[in-house]
């Protein structure tokens, strides 16, 4: 790790983030959505604080609806959708989050996939996993399912969040 790198990593320890996170599914509920449990575990244990929770259907009025209050909201610096992201026609999520981003992160999503890479092979090229920024807020937007989530956090997400944080105060 470069000598930047690691200043900014430590400079950045101990930085809170207060989240949202919206499920995008047809199928998934409160009872049912286990990649969005994985989600808030992950930022719970993580020392980050989840601030709202919402289901909606895979509709982009109803994406871009919660997406537009929450960005409106002072208390969430940072937003995770997860599902919505293949190529169904059903799935609009990434073309309703890539609308508001004012600068991408093109990075996550590249890492996302070939992380991805390395355990299904060349299905990695159906995730539109994409990240950014929305007035000010940072947007993530990662596949449903368990394992991906479980990627996508562990890897790159948890290990970056009080780094980005930081650097958003700075």
Do not use: Y
């Given at each position: 790790m470069s000598e930047s790198a690691d200043f900014h990593r430590r400079s950045a320890s101990g930085q809170m983030a207060r989240c949202a996170l919206l499920t995008v599914s047809d199928s998934r509920t409160a009872d049912n959505d286990r990649?969005?449990?994985?989600?808030?575990?992950?930022?719970?244990?993580?020392?980050?604080?989840?601030?709202?929770r919402q289901w909606v259907r895979d509709?982009?009025?109803?994406?871009?609806?919660?997406?537009?209050?929450?960005?409106?909201?002072?208390?969430?610096?940072?937003?995770?959708?997860?599902?919505?992201?293949g190529i169904s026609t059903r799935d609009t999520t990434v073309e309703v989050v890539e609308r508001f981003l004012d600068k991408r992160l093109?990075?996550?999503?590249?890492?996302?996939?070939?992380?991805?890479?390395?355990?299904v092979g060349a299905a990695a090229m159906l995730s539109r996993a994409v990240a950014g920024l929305?007035?000010?807020?940072?947007?993530?937007?990662?596949?449903g399912s368990v394992a991906a989530v479980e990627l996508a956090f562990d890897r790159l997400i948890v290990p970056e969040l009080e780094h980005l944080v930081w650097e958003r105060k700075r």
């Amino acid at each position: 790790m470069s000598e930047s790198a690691d200043f900014h990593r430590r400079s950045a320890s101990g930085q809170m983030a207060r989240c949202a996170l919206l499920t995008v599914s047809d199928s998934r509920t409160a009872d049912n959505d286990r990649g969005g449990d994985a989600i808030a575990k992950r930022v719970g244990r993580a020392g980050h604080e989840l601030v709202d929770r919402q289901w909606v259907r895979d509709e982009a009025h109803e994406i871009a609806r919660v997406l537009t209050e929450w960005l409106a909201r002072d208390d969430i610096g940072v937003i995770f959708t997860t599902g919505g992201t293949g190529i169904s026609t059903r799935d609009t999520t990434v073309e309703v989050v890539e609308r508001f981003l004012d600068k991408r992160l093109d990075g996550f999503g590249e890492l996302f996939r070939m992380l991805s890479f390395q355990e299904v092979g060349a299905a990695a090229m159906l995730s539109r996993a994409v990240a950014g920024l929305a007035r000010g807020v940072f947007v993530f937007a990662v596949p449903g399912s368990v394992a991906a989530v479980e990627l996508a956090f562990d890897r790159l997400i948890v290990p970056e969040l009080e780094h980005l944080v930081w650097e958003r105060k700075r």
